[in-house]
């Protein structure tokens, strides 16, 4: 019974999420807001809605603000090595995008400024502050080069079918973000309850739940963006979609979250996870600064380092 509960949340949870972007961009494209403007914000805000969903929930609801911390924490291992693990295993890929670079070492900073802020303990009120500061100044930079560089985000609305999307009149418009909405608040509410409930029968920590169940769960909007961007040849929007999620996950959905609620740092965190980010993190330096191809045998080292991890956990 927790395990269905918990699948049915993930599937409202997925599907909310899918429909309240869809909506969010076809009601932005009735209000004649600019593509890169949809991109940087609806987007962005919409494809990490799952995480930030699940994680307020987890934190101020169930009152289990390790699960909410794994689930970032979760998502971003899972982000690199099975979002773009899977991707490398269909097709071979690679970026060319000059923005790429900036942004791979931006998400590399704010992974470590994450750590940091984690190595001097609960993560509270002002490291929320620290984190959401850093992101609207990230937004900000990140709006000039959208103006700058229109082909990318061109690229991105394509992956979304912007044009049928802007086809749908005001009122279905908003009637998918409504449904959108209330999917993702109650599939996020089942998965977490279903978790901990998972958790507790396996005789494992909440932590451990979030990291991994939770996680992977709330990573499938950004699987299923790679992979068609991937068979589109569309590596800069797979890459940048994975490092808009990670920076969006630590520094807007970590920064809100501990705003509202203190969110303790386990010991394992500090001793294995974190570094684990750090690492998976790391790994996009080579393809998001040096250009390197994403072919097959990255999706087979990706894959299997995301899978011993997950045995690890377990």
């Not at 990230?138 to 912007?162: I, K």
């Not at 029968?201 to 299923?224: C, K, R």
């Amino acid at each position: 019974m927790d395990y269905a509960i918990a699948a049915l949340g993930l599937a409202m949870l997925v599907g909310g999420g899918e429909l309240l972007v869809r909506g969010s961009i076809a009601l932005a494209l009735r209000l004649n807001v600019t593509p890169w403007v949809i991109g940087l914000t609806v987007v962005a805000f919409g494809t990490s809605a799952p995480e930030l969903v699940v994680s307020l929930d987890a934190a101020l609801i169930k009152d289990t603000p390790q699960l909410a911390l794994g689930n970032v924490v979760g998502s971003n291992i899972a982000n690199v090595l099975l979002v773009l693990g899977v991707p490398a295993l269909i097709v071979g890929m690679s970026c060319t995008a000059s923005a790429l670079s900036r942004d791979t070492l931006i998400m590399v900073g704010g992974t470590i400024l994450f750590i940091v802020l984690c190595m001097f303990g609960a993560l509270g009120f002002w490291s929320g502050v620290i984190l959401f500061a850093v992101l609207i100044v990230h937004m900000t930079h990140a709006a000039r080069s959208a103006r700058a560089n229109p082909e990318m985000v061109d690229e991105e609305m394509e992956e979304l079918d912007a044009d049928t999307l802007a086809k749908l009149t005001l009122a279905k418009s908003l009637t998918l973000v409504a449904i959108g909405f209330v999917g993702l608040c109650i599939g996020a509410h089942l998965l977490v309850v279903g978790a901990i409930d998972v958790a507790r029968s396996l005789g494992i920590s909440e932590a451990a739940i979030g990291l991994t169940m939770v996680a992977i769960g709330t990573s499938l909007p950004e699987l299923s963006t790679s992979i068609v961007a991937a068979l589109r040849k569309h590596c800069d929007v797979a890459i940048g979609n994975v490092i808009g999620s990670n920076l969006f996950n630590l520094l807007g959905i970590m920064g809100i979250t501990s705003m509202i609620t203190v969110i303790p740092v386990p010991e394992s965190f500090l001793t294995i996870d974190l570094w684990v980010m750090l690492g998976t993190a790391l790994m996009l330096i080579p393809i998001g600064v040096f250009n390197a191809p994403i072919n097959r045998m990255t999706g087979i080292i990706f894959l299997t380092a995301y899978a011993s991890y997950i045995a690890w956990v377990l």
